[in-house]
C-alpha cells in the first residue's frame, strides 16, 4: 500500500512537471505606440557623431567636416540625423560613390579634420536604429 501512494505522488509529479514543460508561455508582441514607435535598422558605412557637453556641438569641426564632404570631386551622399538638444547630430554616409581605395583615403581625411576634438567621433561599419518618424532628409 505504501508503494503505491508514492508510486502516485511520483506520477503526478512527474504529470504537473511534463504539464509545465509543454505551456507555451505568452510572448510579448511589440506593437508601435507612442512609448514604443517603430523603428528601423540601417546600416552605414561611415558615422560622425557631434556630441556636446552642455555647451553645443564642435562647430569649428564640424563645418570643416561639412565644407571637406561638399568640396569632395565625387560628391559622396550623406544625411544627417539630429538627435540632442543642444545640436547633437550624426553626419551618415555609405561611400557609395567612392571605390574601396579612396573609401579609406576618404575616411582617414575625416578622421584628421576631427582629431583634437572629444565633442567628435567617427566610427566605420555602424548599424544604426531610427525612429521611423524622426527619420528626415539631409539638412
Not at 560622425?48 to 561638399?70: L, N, Q, R
Not at 545640436?87 to 575616411?107: P, T
Request: net charge positive.
Amino acid at each position: 500500500m505504501k508503494n503505491i501512494v508514492i508510486l502516485l505522488v511520483l506520477s503526478s509529479m512527474i504529470i504537473q512537471c511534463n504539464a509545465q514543460k509543454n505551456q507555451t508561455k505568452p510572448q510579448s508582441v511589440a506593437t508601435a505606440t507612442s512609448k514604443n514607435p517603430p523603428t528601423k535598422v540601417l546600416k552605414f558605412a561611415l558615422v560622425i557623431s557631434f556630441t556636446s557637453h552642455a555647451s553645443g556641438i564642435d562647430g569649428e569641426k564640424y563645418d570643416a567636416i561639412i565644407k571637406y564632404i561638399s568640396n569632395h570631386p565625387k560628391k559622396p551622399k550623406y544625411k544627417i540625423y539630429g538627435w540632442g538638444r543642444e545640436g547633437e547630430r550624426d553626419i551618415c554616409m555609405n561611400l557609395k560613390e567612392l571605390k574601396k581605395s579612396e573609401r579609406k583615403a576618404f575616411i582617414d581625411e575625416i578622421k584628421k579634420l576631427a582629431n583634437g576634438s572629444d565633442r567628435v567621433f567617427v566610427n566605420t561599419n555602424v548599424k544604426k536604429e531610427f525612429v521611423i518618424e524622426r527619420l528626415r532628409d539631409p539638412e
